[in-house]
């Protein structure tokens, strides 16, 4: 029978507790704290311990404890649909995006044409000429942030130049809508 080292002994103790141990291993534990001081004045520590844990009275939970636990398990979990939330709006919004700077691109064309169109009212010539002027830098600004995205690792430098484009391009919408065209009098009135 080979000799019982002390961290054995120690995992042995914990078994020995639970009545785990076998008859030969209970009889090879013995014989190591026998011959063993400091694991035999640890194996006291423990009995002591389990004696105090069984004979401990059993101590009823608080009240409300329940509806707490509840409580902060139900805020948790609408953390997480609240962050899974954002997460989806952000990808819609990006896909949404995506798509309209894709139309726009398309439609960039279309305002020197319509800037030409003689029947069409001065006003509504204007700003559909400025709109689509603004579309077609938004596609340009959608296309240099998809360069961006693919060729770099850095979706977050992606994210802020989609930020700022976008702050850009509704500042100018801004502009362009609050400005009124003079109104053409006769000349020289």
Do not use: K
């Not at 639970?18 to 008859?23: H, V």
């Not at 707490?68 to 649909?81: H, N």
């Amino acid at each position: 029978m080979r000799a019982m080292g002390c961290n054995e002994a120690r995992e042995w103790m914990s078994l020995r507790l639970d009545g785990q141990l076998e008859a030969a291993e209970e009889g090879q534990l013995s014989e190591h704290l026998r011959g063993c001081p400091s694991c035999a004045l640890e194996w006291s520590h423990w009995q002591e311990l389990d004696g105090l844990l069984r004979t401990a009275p059993a101590m009823a939970p608080p009240e409300g404890l329940l509806a707490l636990v509840m409580e902060r398990l139900r805020q948790q979990r609408a953390r997480q649909i609240a962050g899974s939330l954002v997460v989806i709006g952000l990808q819609v919004t990006g896909l949404g995006v995506l798509v309209l700077g894709a139309v726009a691109y398309c439609l960039h064309g279309l305002a020197p044409v319509l800037s030409q169109v003689p029947y069409l009212v001065p006003a509504a010539r204007f700003a559909a000429a400025h709109l689509l002027m603004v579309a077609g830098v938004l596609g340009e600004a959608i296309g240099v942030l998809m360069r961006v995205a693919v060729s770099s690792r850095s979706a977050l430098l992606a994210l802020a130049y989609a930020l700022l484009a976008a702050g850009v391009m509704a500042a100018w919408l801004r502009v362009v809508f609050r400005r009124r065209p003079a109104a053409r009098g006769p000349a020289g009135a």
